[in-house]
């Protein structure tokens, strides 16, 4: 649903807009989403539906049985062990790391892929305060996103090409000031410098190189590709295709299988998410509040609830009635050691609740009662403990340090 607004009614809703250069504006529904989150609750329901999962490994080589790949060998992160998966087909369907893996299948041929590098900054909600998010044009022709989330507005992204390290990519000075400075732009009053980020984040996306375009000018096209060893590879594309990537994928297995049955990927929900509609959530979401609020929990902390985690909300609120939990944080915590499989720190403070970035100010102060929590479940020693909250420390500053 679109709509198109006048100069005045545009103002009136975000009145940081620079006056002199609006002319109006066009009002219309966007995709926002927790990436990581997404691909979790994607793994959750897959495991509902009979596929198994392995989490926190590596794969190290591929398998061969008469030149055609039959599976993989693997590393266990968590106990360093060794180990091997046999399959009918292999799908290479990992991002920045494509190449490698087809390098590894001596099938690095022909088309390849081509990294550009984003960034998203995030700033506290004072210093950007908007109603709902926002896009705008920039000189060089880049559309920026400026979007309110609950405390914190984030900003981004960044579109410049990419050859460094693929595990560990760095914002520069000049990526934060770029986009701080498309801001200032837009919103003259915001007065935004390098000081008012309190959280980074930098991502890769896996494009398929095309001779002499920019990295703005890429497709954002998803593209299969075969190997003579039979090795299934899917680049390209964007998150919001990833259901039509998946489906792609699948019927060339189930052709390869002779195969007919119809793909259902359209209509599967995911855990957590199985409303109706908007009223549904909504009405949901006034009932979350309402429990919550005799829990003495913030209505902006039902709504994060919710937001992330969807209808496993009240398994969450369930989990404050047990003893050994005193916070909201440790039900959380909780959730996702029984339900969301994770074995780190920094995994439930950036992937699982996303609050290294969206929310860095509340760490501190309850990493002893997560750590705490982690070690009774896992079974952690005290020099692991130390370990993993010095990680958690280490991500802090990395989140607030740019490279020159």
């Known amino acids: 649903k679109r709509k198109m607004l006048s100069r005045e009614r545009t103002l009136e809703i975000e009145p940081l807009l620079r006056e002199e250069v609006v002319k109006g504006s066009g009002y219309y529904a966007e995709y926002r989403t927790d990436d990581a989150r997404l691909t979790l609750e994607v793994l959750k329901t897959a495991t509902q539906k009979g596929a198994e999962v392995v989490n926190y490994a590596s794969v190290d080589s591929l398998r061969y049985e008469n030149g055609k790949v039959c599976g993989v060998s693997c590393t266990d992160l968590m106990g360093n062990e060794q180990f091997e998966i046999s399959s009918d087909f292999v799908v290479n369907a990992s991002g920045p790391w494509v190449d490698e893996l087809r390098e590894k299948d001596n099938s690095l041929k022909g088309k390849r892929l081509h990294l550009t590098k984003g960034v998203h900054v995030v700033v506290p909600k004072e210093k950007l305060s908007l109603k709902q998010s926002v896009y705008f044009d920039v000189n060089d022709g880049r559309m920026i996103f400026a979007i309110p989330r609950f405390d914190v507005t984030y900003i981004g992204t960044t579109d410049t090409n990419y050859k460094g390290d693929i595990q560990n990519p760095e914002a520069t000075l000049e990526d934060v000031n770029y986009i701080l400075g498309a801001v200032n732009q837009m919103f003259p009053s915001v007065n935004l410098d390098s000081e008012d980020v309190i959280s980074h984040w930098v991502g890769l996306r896996p494009l398929i190189h095309e001779d002499g375009k920019d990295p ?86 039902a709504a994060y609830l919710v937001h992330n985690y969807g209808k496993q909300t009240d398994d969450i609120i369930g989990l404050l009635g047990r003893e050994e939990i005193t916070s909201l944080i440790e039900a959380e915590a909780l959730f996702a050691l029984e339900n969301d499989g994770v074995c780190t720190l920094n995994d439930f403070f950036i992937r699982r609740t996303g609050k290294m970035y969206y929310a860095p100010g509340e760490i501190s102060s309850s990493l002893d009662k997560v750590s705490g929590l982690f070690a009774s479940h896992l079974n952690w020693n005290e020099e692991k403990v130390i370990v993993e909250k010095g990680e958690v420390e280490k991500e802090l500053i990395r989140i607030r340090t740019f490279s020159d």
């Open 216 to 301: 703005s000018e890429l497709s954002r096209k998803d593209e299969l590709f075969e190997s003579e060893s039979g090795l299934i590879t899917i680049a390209g594309g964007k998150l919001t295709g990833y259901r039509l990537m998946a489906k792609k994928v699948i019927r060339l297995i189930c052709d390869k299988k002779q195969i007919t049955r119809k793909c259902k990927t359209r209509r599967i929900k995911l855990c957590g998410g199985n409303f109706s509609g908007a009223e549904e959530f909504n009405n949901y979401s006034k009932s979350i509040e309402k429990q919550t609020e005799n829990l003495n929990i913030p209505a902006h902390k």
